[in-house]
């Protein structure tokens, strides 16, 4: 996924993966927490999750936010390039740890058809090094 194709920044995407954290045992994120979170003020949050909202990446409940399936879409596929990434700089013999940062750098910056040819390269990895699942592996099998 390119954030940028998107119309997100960095920051956008950094609500995006709070509110994901926040919401990991099912309970909404509320905007405290999220800007907690962001280390930023409440209202600087509100105005990434008024963005992400009009986007429809985020949903607003009663209480609070939680990523829509397309936001869920949109995550999955920077941790899928993150993973992918990951496995291709291990098998040039980069250390793990030296290989996640520069994952870090650009698994928010490729388009689907690059990665699909990095997977298919890879022979469809469905785990990355570190041994985590790569969103999306399982439907090469
Ligand atoms: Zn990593
Ligand atoms: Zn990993």
Known sequence: MNLMALGLTERDYDCMVS?????????PARVKEISASMKVKPPTAVGFLEKLTGLNLVEKGNIGYRLTGRGKEVLDSVTRAHRLFE???????IPLDNACRISSS?????NGD????LCSVL??????PHGSPIPGGVRHV
């Open 19 to 27: 509110i994901n954290a926040l919401t990991f045992k099912g309970w």
């Open 87 to 93: 496995t291709l700089l291990s098998e040039a013999g």
């Open 106 to 110: 650009i698994d928010r910056h490729v």
């Open 114 to 117: 690059f990665l699909e040819a």
């Open 123 to 128: 022979r469809h990895p469905d785990r990355c």
